[in-house]
């Protein structure tokens, strides 16, 4: 089962940005936070990952809290392209165990 | 830089038929290789994954196997499809260093 609790869906205004949030209580010391995307009949596309550290990439921002019970994905500026269920996972990296994740809709 | 690609990229197959699909890796060696299920609007299944030629390991029973011939080649395979075999199976690589990994394009597989 998926260690991760996220909302079902989101809007976003495009050129906004979109705050995707995510719970991880059980996370533990080694795991990585993992955030992927998938538009419609795709595959899942890496956004970032994190372990401690907030990390910011040319896609987006990771939040971590001090705690790492929670994190948050930051995409600064939605635009209608970033529409797509966006997976939460926390993982050593050998195994990725997908939720359900969070439909952001980005609406003009 | 590396890449993913699967093949076919579609197929419709019917019950009791066999099934062969490929995933091969290009521009890395030594990846972790997996293979990974997704039914009509559910999320991704880890099915199973792969360290090394040879070796492979499941995650779930099923109707399904996976081999690995040579380094930068998986191969999910079935005798005998049934209609539940029905989906989208990704293929993903990871370097073996790092954390990540990267899925290719998929095949979308419909049991009739």
């Known amino acids: 089962d998926a260690k991760t609790t996220q909302p079902p869906s989101m809007d976003c205004a495009e050129g906004r940005a979109a705050n995707l949030p995510c719970n991880h209580s059980?996370?533990?010391?080694?795991?990585?936070v993992y955030w992927y995307r998938q538009i419609h009949s795709q595959g899942p596309q890496y956004i970032i990952h994190?372990?401690?550290n907030n990390e910011t990439n040319e896609m987006a921002s990771l939040i971590i809290t001090e705690d790492r019970k929670s994190s948050t994905l930051i995409l600064p500026h939605a635009t209608l392209r970033d529409t797509a269920v966006y997976y939460c996972?926390?993982?050593?990296?050998?195994?990725?165990?997908f939720g359900a994740g969070t439909i952001l809709r980005v609406k003009s | 830089s590396q890449t993913i690609h699967q093949w076919p990229a579609t197929l419709v197959q019917p019950v009791g038929s066999p099934l062969s699909l490929e995933c091969t890796v290009e521009?890395?060696?030594?990846?972790?290789l997996y293979w990974y299920r997704q039914a009509a609007g559910r999320g991704l299944q880890l099915l199973f994954y792969s360290v090394g030629i040879g070796q492979i390991s499941s995650e779930v029973p099923q109707n399904l196997s996976a081999s690995r011939p040579q380094d930068r080649q998986f191969i999910l395979s079935s005798k005998k499809l049934l209609l539940s075999d029905s989906g989208f199976y990704l293929c993903a690589w990871r370097p073996g260093s790092r954390e990540t990994q990267y899925f290719g394009p998929g095949t979308r597989l419909l049991v009739l």
């Open positions: 059980t996370i533990s010391g080694n795991e990585y």
């Open positions: 994190g372990l401690k």
């Open positions: 521009g890395t060696s030594n990846p972790n």
């Open positions: 996972i926390t993982s050593y990296g050998n195994k990725l165990v």
